[in-house]
């Protein structure tokens, strides 16, 4: 990209595992966490959830909203190699590209004895606009 200073990223090649997750807990107080790769909680995004239940949101809006940044915090995780908490404007527009040029990842039948599959690039079944759109929010929230 011309004037951002950095060279500028192969998106459709961009390997994004489908590392981390979102998990129901069942407390009311705290109804989602999103885990790191290694299992650990999100610190970051305990303490935005906390917030958003705060402000009378629903359990659901809050699964949204995780779903959001899960897919943000597994572009930061992946190849991409950015720090959540480093990010720029141009990796917000590199992860909202991405959205649009890789697509969803197929996921296995539930009954398949694969553990977490690894994701490849790019080729998937694309992303509702509304998803997408929704994406660029969870880019810059934290």
Known sequence: MIGDGGPE????MLVVPRSGRLVATGDRY???RLLDPGGVVVGAVAEYFRDVLAAGKAGLTLRSYGLAL??????CWSDAGVAWDRATRVDAR???RWLQVAGKHPRPHWRTALAEPVAVAGGGE???PS???FGD?????L
């Not at 899960?70 to 572009?75: M, V």
């Not at 929010?137 to 929230?141: F, I, N």
């Open 126 to 128: 694309a992303y509702a």
């Open 70 to 75: 899960l897919r943000w915090f597994r572009f």
């Open 94 to 96: 590199d992860f909202c």
């Open 30 to 32: 705290e109804p989602y």
């Open 137 to 141: 929010g969870a880019a810059v929230v």
């Open 131 to 133: 998803v997408r759109a």
């Open 9 to 12: 990223r192969d998106l459709a």
